[in-house]
Structure formats: C-alpha cells, structure tokens
C-alpha cells in the first residue's frame, strides 16, 4: 500500500513537498517514481529514485525544481517540489516498481491513490 500526503494550494513560486508511506511491499528492492495527472489528461512521469543506487531521474519541466528523495529505514519517498507553476496543477501519485529504472506507467506495479497540488493565485 502507497499513501500520499502533503499536496495543497500554494501560489505560483511556492514550494510543497510531497511524501509518500509504503506498507506492504518490499521499499528497499523498489524503484519509487512520481506521476501527475493534469485536468483531462493522461498520467506522466515526474520523477523516480532507483533501488540500485538512488540514481534520479527527472521529466525536463521539473529538473532543477523538483527534487526526489528516499528514506528506506521509514519507507518513504518525497517529493521537494520548489518554484511552482500554474503548469504543475495536478493530481500526484506514488508508484513502485522492482525494475530499476522505469519511467512509463505501465512498468510500475504499485500506485497510490493520489494527493491533489494545485499552484494558483
């Protein structure tokens, strides 16, 4: 189980930041990504955090904004995400996948159920 927390409003160049609590699963063998669904679109890639060797791994838009990290000792993944923009409103969800590198939808096994982040003025 993957549980999400931490999204709100916050103004454009506002900082959250997001994490996630797994049960269940084995965290340290994981791979931990983050998605986002935008209004009336499909779910994207954001971010992922190897279970090898914690490499990242970022979509264009948010490198240098958002920032992925992972704490296996508490099973948690969060999500620093800085400079917001109007761009970022979505829904976001946690994902985990025992590959080690997967930035598709379809590669991850495990989902959240998704914390609303909407950047607003």
């Known amino acids: 189980q993957l549980v999400e927390s931490g999204g709100g409003l916050v103004q454009p160049g506002g900082s959250l930041r997001l994490t996630c609590a797994a049960s269940?699963?084995?965290?340290?063998?994981?791979?931990m990504g983050w998605f986002r669904q935008a209004p009336g679109k499909g779910r994207d890639f954001v971010a992922l955090?190897?279970?090898?060797?914690?490499?990242?791994h970022y979509v264009d838009s948010v490198k240098g904004r958002f920032t992925i990290s992972r704490d296996d000792a508490k099973k948690t993944v969060s999500l620093q995400m800085n400079s917001l923009r109007p761009e970022d409103t979505a829904v976001y969800y946690c994902?985990?996948?025992?590959?080690?590198?997967?930035?598709?939808?379809?590669?991850?096994?495990?989902w959240g159920q998704g914390t609303q982040v909407t950047v607003s003025s």
């Open positions: 994902a985990a996948t025992f590959k080690s590198f997967a930035d598709s939808e379809s590669s991850y096994t495990y």
């Open positions: 269940g699963i084995t965290f340290g063998a994981s791979t």
């Open positions: 955090i190897s279970n090898t060797d914690g490499a990242q």
